[in-house]
């Protein structure tokens, strides 16, 4: 079979610079306690784990006095610096910067709507660690949506900001925001603003026309991943021989039947060496299947 792994696939920026950093603080020697995964794929996390690298929760930051902690680049609310600076920890911060500007957006949008009595709308995942950390920007209630089945939550009377997790879809923000406006009581004061990073929506593009191209698609992510979901719906689309995988023993040689080529893609917390063993993987399972 001819297998492709897609250029454009793994880490974006992000999540590099964060990688990078956990790496020359690990370097320094020492324990490096990071609040959460480090990026939403296990065997990348293990990997970093294996140098020095230890994944924590919030509510054991307090046996930490004196240590460093890493900051993800989904980013973190201002009481977790808080907590902290009073707990004497050393803090390595990683947020993406994208992340960061979407963080002082949420407050500059609470700021605009307090004294209209608005609301500000986020079309994000709840509980993920990007959405925890911008809800937590201000003490002002924001508002959660996933999916048009929540859009009852929000008072069409008032005034709306509507927001998105850097990583949602941007055709799914456009429709959601357009429902919104057709349900706005005067659409006028429905403000809708594109805060999705343009290093994410440019893959849903690209990788349709990448799995419309082979007989079988891999798609390679940890199965928290987020991005993960969005596109690998993407690729599902274009191709229904899409498989999603989190490591290479999960492949199997069922899947390749009658297949002349394998497209290997990815999300933007995929490492490249993992898609590689992917690859590797399906190379050797295709020479078994020859020599039977």
Not at 5 to 21: M, N, P, Q, T, Y
Request: with cysteine.
């Amino acid at each position: 079979m001819q297998i492709e792994i897609d250029d454009k696939s793994g880490f974006c920026f992000g999540v590099v610079r964060a990688i990078s950093e956990a790496e020359k603080a690990l370097d320094r020697g020492g324990t490096v306690y990071s609040l959460g995964d480090i990026v939403h794929n296990r065997m990348e996390v293990q990997r970093l784990e294996a140098r020095g690298l230890k994944t924590i929760a919030h509510d054991q930051m307090a046996s930490l006095g004196g240590s460093r902690l890493f900051i993800r680049a989904h980013g973190e609310p201002p009481k977790t610096y808080r907590t902290a600076k009073e707990l004497g920890i050393e803090i390595i911060d990683a947020t993406c910067p994208v992340v960061a500007k979407l963080q002082e957006r949420v407050v500059r949008a609470h700021e605009a709507m307090q004294p209209i009595g608005g609301q500000v709308v986020i079309l994000g995942k709840r509980g993920h660690a990007e959405v925890v950390g911008l809800t937590g920007q201000v003490e002002a209630q924001t508002i959660v949506i996933e999916g048009e089945q929540d859009l009852d939550q929000i008072d069409f009377s008032r005034p709306i900001y509507l927001l998105s997790q850097t990583t949602q879809s941007i055709t799914l923000f456009n429709r959601l925001g357009e429902m919104i406006r057709q349900r706005a009581q005067d659409p006028e004061r429905v403000t809708l603003f594109d805060t999705i990073c343009r290093q994410v929506s440019g893959r849903e593009q690209h990788l349709a026309a990448f799995a419309a191209r082979f007989d079988v698609v891999l798609f390679v992510c940890g199965r928290k991943s987020s991005n993960g979901k969005v596109l690998y719906e993407v690729c599902r689309a274009a191709n229904a021989r899409t498989y999603n995988i989190e490591e290479a023993s999960e492949l199997q040689a069922a899947w390749f039947d009658g297949a002349a080529t394998v497209g290997i893609c990815g999300a933007t917390s995929t490492p490249k060496w993992l898609m590689e063993e992917v690859a590797a993987e399906t190379a050797r399972l295709d020479a078994h299947k020859t020599t039977l």
